[in-house]
């Protein structure tokens, strides 16, 4: 009785795209590609933007394109690149800043001024 009321009965289950699920893209539905609006298939354009809307399939082209690029970049410091001081202060102080870069894959570099441990 309790499969049978919510569907979890012996029906074939519906296959989805992983990457749909993960990134939250209903594959059935069409979105706005300038403020992200959901919308039924017939839709066309959206209330708010007056553009017209984009299937479920080319929003999640996009966000993987977008993932894939942003996935890409280097992390990598070279001696061409220019730096610039952020903050000054002890290393254990300017370590959340660097993790807080590196989730936007924006490398850091933090330095010691006296070259010493952590301590102090």
């Known amino acids: 009785m309790f499969k049978k009321l919510f569907g979890l009965g012996n029906k074939t289950a519906k296959v989805e795209n992983p990457d749909a699920v993960r990134l939250g893209i209903d594959l059935e539905m069409n979105y706005c590609p300038d403020c992200g609006d959901e919308y039924r298939l017939d839709i066309k354009q959206c209330v708010s933007c007056k553009v017209p809307l984009i299937t479920g399939a080319e929003k999640l082209a996009k966000m993987k394109n977008k993932e894939q690029a942003f996935y ?11 730096l610039i001081t952020i903050r000054n202060g002890k290393l ?13 894959r924006i490398p850091a570099l933090i330095t010691g001024e006296t070259g010493g441990c952590a301590k102090g």
């Open 72 to 82: 890409s970049r280097s992390m990598d410091i070279s001696a061409s690149d220019q």
């Open 92 to 104: 254990r102080d300017l370590k959340p800043y660097q993790i807080l870069l590196a989730k936007d």
